[in-house]
């Protein structure tokens, strides 16, 4: 009966809850509740110095469309506060979470001009405190921001970027906590894996100003900057070596025939086309700024290129059909009745420049066959018509000149050495 009695069971025996305590004893070490910690430490008196490091992990995204960037980094924050010492015989500190972090002061820093920002809580919330016996408290946090980034694009592709990240007390002025970097420029470290896709991260650095509000007066601000050189080498291979080879493109026209007009007028709507639409693709992922970027000017004197070179075959096209006209009235204006049979016995002939015609013998009017590209009609005129007595004193030819594939001839140097001489001043420049 004696070992059956719940009294003596060893089963049923409840031990202290010690989780249910009015106080832990680290709270009790500390003496939280002695002290009023809504106030800094010293209030009343000088300012209380805050150090501040911080590591960054990684920098995530550099967005030109919306001017920002994304930062992750762990900010840790230095501080003495004697109402937190406690008597230690090793000198040991003291670690907490987040919990006691709630509980103590610790400096109300936030991230001026920034648009997000998060502290990890993955699989807790990413904080630290560390207490030391003498009150030295180190304050440490994993923290995700995007912050602004004012960029310059009109060198774009061809930047350099600098961003700013900078970190700030919101509620104590200079006057009640002097915000610094606890080593300087080395209180800034990064990590070697760092890298971005479309930059190359150049340098970090450090810098402390002073900021002045209007209505609550001049605070200590901490800023970290970094230098960003973009890689040309993917726009080179999307955007300029596309355009060049449409202008190169747009050149072979100058070398078909002027009357081929279903192969020379697509090729050159073709190239306008493809350039439209490297123009509209370039813009689509760049905000919309109200200045010239470089590669606006590269896109746009590509592009005037390849429309001149259109209006190139129009006016070859335009001056060939005002010589057919005037070749038309010039066979009605030959006389019919001046010994010659019929209009067919008119001799054509079509000779180079230096050549001398042979006017025995009837010629095609096309192009010589030493390939150059003026050509020139001999008619023979007979005398026999009193009208044209009184102009021409003897029998002679009369020498047409037809010079339209000059333009195209010259076309195939300037066009090209143009657009060469304007590459050279244009990577001169910006490179």
Not at 64 to 86: A, N, P, Q
Not at 148 to 171: G, K, V, W
Not at 263 to 269: D, M, N, T
Not at 373 to 397: F, I, N, T
């Amino acid at each position: 009966m004696i070992l059956s009695s719940p009294r003596y069971s060893p089963i049923l025996k409840r031990s202290p809850d010690m989780t249910k305590s009015t106080m832990t004893k680290s709270e009790q070490l500390l003496r939280i509740d002695d002290h009023d910690f809504t106030m800094r430490p010293a209030f009343g008196g000088p300012p209380i110095p805050v150090g501040v490091d911080v590591q960054i992990e990684s920098l995530d995204t550099i967005s030109e469309v919306d001017m920002d960037f994304t930062m992750t980094l762990y900010l840790r924050h230095y501080w003495k506060d004697e109402r937190l010492s406690f008597p230690s015989t090793n000198n040991q500190s003291m670690t907490f979470d987040s919990r006691l972090a709630k509980k103590i002061w610790v400096p109300d820093m936030f991230f001026v001009h920034s648009k997000r920002s998060f502290i990890h809580d993955t699989t807790t919330d990413n904080v630290m405190l560390r207490v030391y016996p003498d009150g030295n408290v180190l304050y440490s946090m994993r923290v995700t921001v995007t912050a602004m980034c004012n960029m310059d694009l009109s060198r774009f592709p061809l930047d350099t970027q600098t961003c700013s990240l900078e970190i700030e007390s919101y509620a104590y002025t200079d006057d009640d906590l002097m915000l610094y970097w606890k080593k300087g420029n080395e209180s800034l470290n990064t990590d070697e894996r760092i890298s971005l896709s479309q930059f190359l991260i150049q340098k970090f650095h450090t810098t402390t100003k002073l900021a002045f509000y209007s209505s609550t007066g001049w605070y200590n601000r901490l800023y970290i900057h970094f230098t960003l050189r973009r890689h040309i080498f993917f726009f080179l291979l999307q955007t300029y070596f596309p355009a060049t080879l449409m202008v190169m493109l747009s050149w072979v026209s100058f070398w078909i025939d002027r009357r081929a007009v279903p192969a020379r007028v697509p090729l050159g709507i073709t190239t306008v086309l493809t350039m439209s639409t490297i123009i509209t693709g370039v813009n689509a992922s760049m905000p919309r700024v109200s200045y010239i970027k470089a590669v606006d000017i590269y896109l746009w004197v590509s592009f005037v290129f390849v429309f001149l070179s259109v209006i190139e075959y129009a006016a070859v096209n335009y001056l060939s059909t005002v010589q057919e006209r005037k070749e038309r009235k010039l066979r009605e204006r030959l006389p019919c009745t001046c010994g010659i049979g019929n209009p067919e016995d008119m001799i054509y002939s079509s000779m180079d420049a230096n050549s001398t015609g042979n006017y025995g013998t009837t010629g095609n009017y096309g192009v010589p066959e030493n390939g150059g590209r003026q050509e020139r009609m001999l008619a023979q005129v007979v005398l026999g018509d009193p009208q044209l007595a009184g102009q021409v004193k003897r029998p002679g030819y009369v020498n047409i000149w037809i010079d339209t594939h000059a333009i195209d001839k010259y076309s195939r140097i300037v066009f090209p050495g143009s657009y060469v001489l304007f590459n050279v001043i244009y990577w001169s420049i910006y490179s």
